[in-house]
Nanobody, 129 residues
Framework: QVQLVESGGGSVQAGGSLRLSCAAY????????MVWFRQAPGKEREGVAA????????YYADSVKGRFTISQDNAKNTLYLQMNSLKPEDTAMYYC??????????????????????WGKGTLVSISS
């Protein structure tokens, strides 16, 4: 079994930065595709960024390219999301998700909510203007 625990959310002003963390516990060796999703009030959950842990490939939603960076620390079994130049529209609950998928599959399906097998409970990010 796998458990994902997010942390690092908070409230900052527009233009500020936050770093989210996702600690993975359990059978983490199988987590080849790790993803950050977010869900704003009244909106559908959307993929923000993904990391194929095998080859290190990264993928980003157009709305966050150039501002967010996904990375991992294998020694700590932790996934990160560095968020810079934050905007009010980045306000959302951010979720960490993962699945035992190949790099090829991850590259084509990382943003699909129904695909990810494991989910954390989320951490709230609030950006004020």
């Amino acid at each position: 079994q796998v458990q994902l625990v997010e942390s690092g959310g908070g409230s900052v002003q527009a233009g500020g930065s936050l770093r989210l963390s996702c600690a993975a516990y359990g059978y983490t060796y199988s987590l080849y595709c790790m993803v950050w999703f977010r869900q704003a009030p009244g909106k559908e959950r959307e993929g923000v960024a993904a990391l194929g842990t095998g080859g290190g490939s990264t993928y980003y939603a157009d709305s966050v390219k150039g501002r967010f960076t996904i990375s991992q620390d294998n020694a700590k079994n932790t996934l990160y999301l560095q968020m810079n130049s934050l905007k009010p529209e980045d306000t959302a609950m951010y979720y960490c998700a993962a699945g035992p998928y190949s790099s090829t599959y991850c590259s084509g399906h990382w943003a699909e909510v129904d695909v990810m097998k494991y989910w954390g409970k989320g951490t709230l990010v609030s950006i004020s203007s």
